[in-house]
């Protein structure tokens, strides 16, 4: 049967598979990013509330108006940004469906994107759909970028740098010098920062910096964010889309024909929480993750992992070199089979798959399942 070439490219997400192949055989699941533990009560106490007020029909397709209004008093508040909650701001079916329509919206076939890897892996995916070719850049965990490698990824097809900040899988908060670093890069090139800064508040080392606040990079960044992991609602898929007002009109375009629009009460709800949580959950919630991926990190190192604890999001990569000799991908699946506990191959974010000994953890889970995770790999360690 014929299929389009542009999908034969890439497989279907390995973070989805290694989920079924915890549920087969019943492990813990630190493979894919999702919390074990409630959202906030208020926040689920709105979503029912605009449920049962009968906001279950169509929101405004680029997102409800006191959703946009509160994102845009809460960039206000935290990183000093301007945005028009009216002209600049899109809300979307989670980041990930915000990635797809940025790309869709501002690339042309033929252009390039400036990918980091390891990646989130739907960054290079979404290039190849919208007919672009991805350049890769390495970026190690545990040190600096290296803007001079960077630099020669640069040229007349640039069109735009995928940044994640905080980073998925390598947890690098990007520094005010790296990021000068990269809008000087984009300037030059006259390319697009897209930004995905859905771990905004999860950082336990630097601060979290918002390229679009660096002198003259407003007018060319695009920031993708959302609900899931600030508000522990991956589920909800509520993303957004910060934007100059003449792209904005492009990206709203696509993204009206790909989804249409957003859950609504789920808007609302959402922007409940914008609107009313205090500074200090914010902060609270980085601590309660800090614990967690201390507790976490420790645990490997007991089992014979290698690591850099991440400077932030809720993942950490392990080498496992000294455990086994053997790719990542038979690894991980022994890890389900036989530990109990599901992990990701750092191969389905590379574009070299075989130069990987990694597996990446996500560490958003409950203290009792990350500390049952931990005797597991323990007990695994030692039999192996």
Request: proline share 6%; aromatic share 8%; glycine share 8%.
């Amino acid at each position: 049967m014929h299929t389009a070439r542009r999908t034969h490219g890439f497989t279907e997400s390995v973070i989805r598979g290694m989920t079924r192949l915890a549920n087969e055989h019943g492990a813990i699941n630190l493979a894919q990013g999702f919390p074990n533990f409630p959202a906030p009560d208020l926040l689920k106490e709105a979503a029912v509330a605009a449920i049962r007020a009968d906001v279950n029909q169509y929101a405004i397709t680029w997102g409800a108006k006191r959703l946009r209004e509160a994102l845009s008093r809460k960039m206000q508040a935290f990183y000093g940004l301007a945005v028009d909650p009216d002209t600049e701001i899109t809300v979307t079916c989670g980041a990930t469906e915000a990635m797809a329509s940025v790309l869709l919206a501002l690339v042309d076939p033929g252009e390039e994107v400036i990918v980091f890897e390891p990646w989130y892996e739907n960054y290079g995916p979404d290039a190849v759909l919208c007919g672009a070719t991805p350049v890769h850049v390495p970026l190690p965990v545990g040190e600096p970028l290296d803007l001079d490698r960077l630099a020669h990824a640069f040229g007349p097809r640039t069109r735009a740098i995928i940044l994640n900040t905080p980073n998925n899988p390598t947890g690098k908060v990007f520094t005010a010098a790296e990021l000068a670093g990269i809008a000087a890069l984009c300037q030059r090139h006259g390319a697009y920062a897209i930004t995905d800064e859905i771990y905004e508040h999860i950082i336990y080392e630097g601060r979290h910096i918002p390229i679009a606040t660096l002198p003259g990079m407003a007018e060319r960044t695009i920031t993708i964010s959302g609900a899931s992991k600030t508000f522990a609602v991956t589920g909800w898929r509520i993303g957004t889309i910060i934007a100059p007002r003449t792209l904005t009109a492009a990206i709203r375009k696509v993204h009206d024909f790909l989804t249409v629009g957003a859950p609504a009460p789920l808007q609302e709800a959402v922007a409940t929480a914008m609107e009313t949580l205090p500074t200090d959950y914010y902060t609270g919630m980085a601590e309660a993750y800090r614990q967690r991926r201390d507790l976490l990190c420790g645990a490997l190192r007991q089992a014979g992992f290698k690591l850099t604890p991440p400077q932030g999001a809720y993942y950490v990569l392990a080498d496992y070199s000294a455990l086994a000799d053997e790719d990542d991908v038979t690894f991980a699946t022994r890890l389900v089979q036989e530990a109990g506990v599901a992990t990701v191959p750092l191969s389905s974010f590379l574009s070299d798959p075989t130069a990987s000994r990694r597996v990446r953890f996500a560490f958003c889970k409950t203290d009792d399942l990350l500390v049952e995770a931990g005797r597991r790999l323990r007990f695994f360690a030692g039999s192996s």
